[in-house]
């Protein structure tokens, strides 16, 4: 390798060194030491690649991948001196091949650039986000399952305005945020399925002059097929928006969660109790145990969606094809995956951890009138009354009960038909809370064997 004062890898047109400043702005060692693996498996598929199509001679190429191994052990032990100098992870890493094998290292970027390396290696790296995402949604989609299975027919209020609406089932309440997760997870499949195409070997924008073998880099690394236009294969970073915008929406639902868990675990509700092991307590306050992780995992939203907004923005308005702007991808969207795996996982073991108060539920569900609508559908289905009637003749008979400071099934026949004469005795099996539950047998509904059959087909699912 040509060695110049000013720079190892383009010192031949340089006369001069960068300035401090200069060399700070333009730095991502700092950040982008996290692609050393993929940076790794990348150069490794490309040696393998320049050896077999004798772009490079053949014990060339294997001395660059053992070497390669070696700058890999380096960094995964810590004694790799990462140099700002040097700008990024590859050009850090081709450096110390070069030191370790000498001449070989000089022709592993033949056929190649940073453009394509570097989308190459995001994407690798965000696939592998993307299989960790995938594992963490599968562990709280089975948390959640355990506890739906486990009060398939615990009777609790189902809420509209955060009002009282209609008792619905705790299984069913859960089993809600497992189709939620399941979406975010066949979000984040489609995604990976999408960006599975290898930008390597797109060279800096247009292709090269050598005859590079891409299929044999892409089977290499796990992609599908090569990217098709290499101006697009340098110069796109859609793949790791879409992973922000499947994360964002993820994290929306977990943030969704969290803010129940938070209701649910007040001394107001007493719904569940969350577990030592996911509470912290306060300093002052003895009796205090607070949902910090539900609380953090509601906030996280914040960063992972400023992340999706802030590459959204770096990314518009840039001509083709790759812009230094791009080396600002990186540290959003390693901080938003980060977070959104700390917040599944920690998820996880709210949800598995906890325990749903089932008095305390069947005692919500059953106040607030939660069955007024089956009254009204008492009176549509027995006495033949159109809705709308129905829906007034409950209104008062909600208003008597309120007056009389009890709830529906608590007020006496007498009561009732002072609203309404053909009331008769049969409209109290539908006031029940256990009974309103049973009786929403329509597919996707409350009843306890609705929540069930859906319990079961989501475990065939995930196997
Ligand atoms: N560190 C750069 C990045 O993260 C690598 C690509 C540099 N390419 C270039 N032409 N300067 O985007």
């Known amino acids: 390798m040509t060695k110049d004062s000013s720079n190892a890898m383009w010192g031949g047109r340089f006369a001069a060194g960068p300035d401090a400043i200069m060399e700070a702005i333009n730095a991502s060692i700092g950040f982008d030491r996290r692609l050393a693996d993929q940076d790794i498996r990348g150069s490794r598929a490309h040696a393998a690649m320049l050896g077999r199509t004798g772009i490079v001679s053949g014990s060339d190429a294997e001395a660059i991948r053992e070497g390669l191994l070696t700058v890999l052990s380096e960094i995964e032990a810590g004694e790799f001196a990462f140099s700002s100098a040097l700008e990024d992870i590859h050009m850090n890493v081709e450096a110390r091949l070069g030191q370790i094998i000498g001449a070989p290292a000089g022709r592993l970027h033949t056929a190649r650039s940073r453009n394509d390396q570097v989308a190459t290696d995001f994407k690798l790296w965000v696939r592998d986000q993307i299989d960790a995402a995938t594992a963490g949604l599968e562990t709280l989609i089975g948390a959640l399952l355990t506890q739906a299975e486990a009060g398939a027919d615990w009777v609790m209020p189902g809420f509209t305005h955060l009002q009282t609406a209609q008792p619905v089932t705790w299984g069913h309440h859960m089993m809600a945020y497992v189709e939620m997760l399941g979406r975010d997870l066949s979000r984040f499949g489609d995604a990976r399925a999408r960006m599975n195409e290898c930008p390597l070997g797109a060279a800096a924008l247009a292709g090269t002059s050598f005859p590079i073998d891409r299929d044999m880099t892409a089977a290499e690394l796990g992609f599908d097929r090569p990217a098709a236009n290499s101006l697009d294969a340098v110069s796109d970073r859609d793949f790791a928006l879409e992973f922000l915008s499947a994360a964002s929406i993820c994290a929306m639902h977990l943030s969704r969660l969290a803010e129940e868990l938070v209701i649910w675990s007040s001394a107001q509700f007493r719904f569940v109790t969350l577990s030592d092991r996911f509470s912290t307590g306060s300093s002052i306050m003895p ?167 859906q319990i079961a087909r989501w475990k065939e699912r995930l196997g």
């Not at 906030?299 to 230094?324: D, H, W």
């Not at 938003?336 to 598995?352: H, I, W």
């Not at 709308?388 to 709830?407: F, I, M, N, P, S």
């Not at 007498?414 to 109290?428: L, R, T, Y």
Request: overall charge negative; some cysteine; aromatic content about 4%.
């Open 287 to 453: 009796q205090k145990k607070n949902p910090d992780a539900a609380e953090l995992i509601r906030a996280k939203i914040g960063r992972i969606f400023g992340a999706n907004v802030a590459l959204m923005m770096v990314m518009k308005g840039l001509p083709l094809a790759y812009s230094k702007d791009m080396q600002e991808d990186k540290e959003q969207v390693f901080d938003a995956a980060d977070n959104l795996m700390l917040a599944l996982a920690a998820m996880a073991g709210m949800v598995r951890d906890m325990s749903a108060n089932r008095d305390a539920l069947e005692a919500a569900a059953a106040s607030g009138f939660s069955t007024a609508t089956d009254l009204a559908d008492w009176l549509v289905r027995v006495l033949d009354m159109p809705f709308r009637e129905a829906h007034h003749v409950t209104g008062k008979l909600v208003a008597l009960a309120e007056q009389r400071g009890c709830d529906l099934p608590d007020l006496a026949l007498e009561d009732m038909q002072s609203v309404h004469g053909a009331i008769s005795e049969s409209v109290f099996d539908v006031l029940g809370v256990a009974n309103s539950v049973a009786s929403r047998t329509s597919y996707g509904g409350t009843a306890p064997e609705q929540v069930r059959s």
